[in-house]
């Protein structure tokens, strides 16, 4: 079992809410620059999908991730920041998945290491690279991070990963076509069954996504659930 836990855990509840005010300031400040209704990920395309899950001999109490199935899926492949062409972006990758309560998975390309799969890193959509859910979710063993890396052809290996342990594959995503449908997306209100935020994860990310759902002109989500522990 990994000791990411306690270290998690020793995060002071008053660092929480400074980054929880930086990304809520970060968000509307680009919000304000481009008054554009969505300040984040404005470039993008969105994919009806098919998600393949092949069950695991390692089980991690979490039934989405340790039991075999086929289910749709609503993907946006998209840069966070939308800068030119070309440049590196923060590669995004966002996951609706209607047979798990609607469940949303947001992740962008961070390291692949121990420690840099909790760091951002920008880099170019056509090159290869690792796209976690940056801060972890708390699982009934202990903390859980997801990660997808692209395989080609519209093609991605989803993966988990226990803390700073080694990554497990556990499915296959395909894009399949495209769709009108433009989701928002919002991983702090929208969980898979089974999963949860550690307390100080959602001091972080709340404030942004609350800042993201009012410059949409979007009131309290009150058909999605708050799983927040």
């Known amino acids: 079992m990994s000791r990411l836990p306690s270290a998690l855990g020793a995060v002071p509840g008053i660092a929480a809410r400074a980054g929880g005010a930086v990304l809520e300031g ?3 400040a680009l919000a304000l620059v481009r008054r554009a209704r969505k300040p984040l990920h404005p470039r993008g395309s969105v994919w009806e999908a098919e998600l393949t899950r092949a069950g695991t001999l390692l089980p991690t109490g979490v039934p989405w991730l340790d039991e075999p199935g086929t289910e749709r899926a609503i993907v946006r492949v998209s840069a966070a920041v939308g800068l030119p062409h070309g ?47 940056l801060l972890p979710y708390k699982g009934p063993e202990g903390p859980l991070l997801l990660a997808a890396a692209p395989t080609g052809e519209g093609r991605y290996v989803l993966l988990r990963a226990e803390g700073q342990g080694a990554w497990v594959a556990f ?42 759902r009012e410059d949409r002109g979007e009131g309290p989500a009150s058909t999605v659930r708050d799983n927040v522990t």
Not at 97 to 113: K, N
Not at 115 to 131: A, D, E, I
Request: charged share 25%.
């Open 87 to 133: 440049w590196p972006d923060l590669q995004g990758l966002a996951i609706r998945l209607p047979e798990q309560d609607d469940a949303d998975v947001l992740l962008a390309s961070t390291g692949i290491g121990p420690l840099t799969r909790f760091l951002l890193r920008p880099v170019k959509s056509s090159g290869w690279h690792l796209s976690t859910t």
């Open 26 to 28: 970060a968000t509307h």
């Open 171 to 212: 499915a296959v995503l395909r894009l399949l076509h495209e769709t009108d449908v433009r989701p928002s997306f919002d991983p702090v209100r929208r969980l898979l069954p089974g999963l949860a935020n550690y307390d100080w994860v959602s001091r972080l990310r709340a404030p942004a996504y609350r800042r993201a």
